[in-house]
């Protein structure tokens, strides 16, 4: 029962990454992007999690705060730019 | 009855993440895009940490699932603020049919 389920929200995740990556190629600003890859990190965050119940380990749970950190230094170094004047 | 419980946070998760992601690509307008996409991905990835948690039932796996939690809610709404500022501030328009801009009149 638990098989299936981590199954299906794998499938579940991985469908929710279509939507994102479709405003990422066509967002209209950049503030856009940003938000739709920030979404995206978030659901790469919750699949390494899945993963981690489905096989039973923990060594990938470093991983999965290093991505959210890394995504969030992104994002701010993104919103500094913008705010210095870059493309918007 | 664990497993149970684990298999309804591990459910609900992924629909919280699929409402983000939907919500990024149907909204009209670049705020409320970023409205649907902290909110519902925040909830989505606590709930899968709390099923995780659960399920590996161990003293560190549990300390680490706090502290990615605590990383969540403090980096998303530091996050959507100063893309939502600086967006502003390089003016990027609101949606026609929002009915009020208090950054605008305050000033």
Redo the contacts between chains.
Sequence with gaps: ??EI??A??ML??M??????T??VIKGP?L??R???L??AA??V??II??H??QT?S?YY??G??VV??VA?LG??A???Y??K?GS? | MG?GL??FF??F???M??V???G???LPD?YT??HA?TKS??V??MS??I??MI??D?A??IF??I??IL??LL?AP???H??????Y????ALWDKSSVDEYKTKK
């Design positions: 029962m638990l389920a981590t299906a929200t579940i995740l469908g929710s990454l279509i939507p994102v479709i405003r600003t503030p856009d940003v938000i739709a920030d979404v978030s659901i965050v919750a999690l899945v981690c119940i039973g923990l749970l470093t999965a705060t959210a950190l969030f994002t701010v993104l919103a500094l913008m705010q004047g918007s | 497993n684990i298999i591990l459910v998760g992924a629909l993440s699929l983000a992601s939907l990024c690509l149907r670049l895009r970023m996409a991905g925040t989505g990835i899968i940490v099923a995780m399920q590996l161990d560190s796996v680490r699932g502290l990615v990383f969540f980096t530091v996050a959507a100063m893309i939502g500022r600086s967006a501030r390089s003016g990027v």
